[in-house]
T-cell receptor, first 113, second 109 residues
């Protein structure tokens, strides 16, 4: 079956613009995670959705970052008024339930000029 | 000090060598993950451990909860094992993963 997909694969934007990144998890997976990997840095947790529960937003770096998950499936990560320090690879992962093995998407490489 | 520390940061080996990558963590956890990230960025989950030892092919992962330490071993290493290996922990409360900085492994033919 299909794995986790993300779009776009690459996004170049100008400082101050808003961007939306999309994640399609594996069908039937109830848990969805967003992570960020800045150049030369380790992975950083951003946000976690589990079913209909309130999301764990504790990793979002500022109020310019938000995410939603519609219908328990597709998720969108939105970054408002992008800054150069937002440049990173944004990775999405899903798992069948909390605590299970996470399956990662290919990532979206965001470059803010 | 990072909550999750890996060593070494970089490791170069000759094909066929036995490889060990270490991960130490400082807080109580419910699970520890080993991930592999290939050039080009794709991440694959190798193991999820809460105790003991797991084996998959030439890969073995162990964890010692009392010592707060885990190791990833690769037997009979091959150039295709060249990748970044990442250790990540999940705390006993909450769902977020905390990641180590990764170990860059290069296996030369």
């Amino acid at each position: 079956g299909a794995g986790v997909s993300q779009s776009p694969s690459n996004k170049v934007t100008e400082k101050g613009k808003d961007v939306e990144l999309r994640c399609d998890p594996i069908s039937g997976h109830t848990a969805l995670y967003w992570y960020r990997q800045s150049l030369g840095q380790g992975l950083e947790f951003l946000i976690y959705f589990q079913g209909n529960s309130a999301p764990d937003k504790s990793g979002l770096p500022s109020d310019r970052f938000s995410a939603e998950r519609t219908g328990g499936s597709v998720s969108t990560l939105t970054i408002q008024r992008t800054q150069q320090e937002d440049s990173a690879v944004y990775l999405c992962a899903s798992s069948s339930q909390w605590g299970d093995t996470q399956y990662f998407g290919p990532g979206t490489r965001l470059t803010v000029l | 000090k990072n909550e999750v520390e890996q060593s070494p940061q970089n490791l170069t080996a000759q094909e066929g060598e036995f490889i060990t990558i270490n991960c130490s963590y400082s807080v109580g956890i419910s699970a520890l993950h080993w991930l592999q990230q290939h050039p080009g960025g794709g991440i694959v989950s190798l193991f999820m451990l809460s105790s003991g030892k797991k084996k998959h092919g030439r890969l073995i992962a162990t964890i010692n909860i009392q010592e707060k330490h885990s190791s990833l071993h690769i037997t009979a290493s091959h150039p295709r094992d060249s990748a970044v290996y990442i250790c990540a922990t999940r705390k006993t409360s909450g769902s977020r993963l905390t990641f180590g900085e990764g170990t860059q492994l290069t296996v030369n033919p």
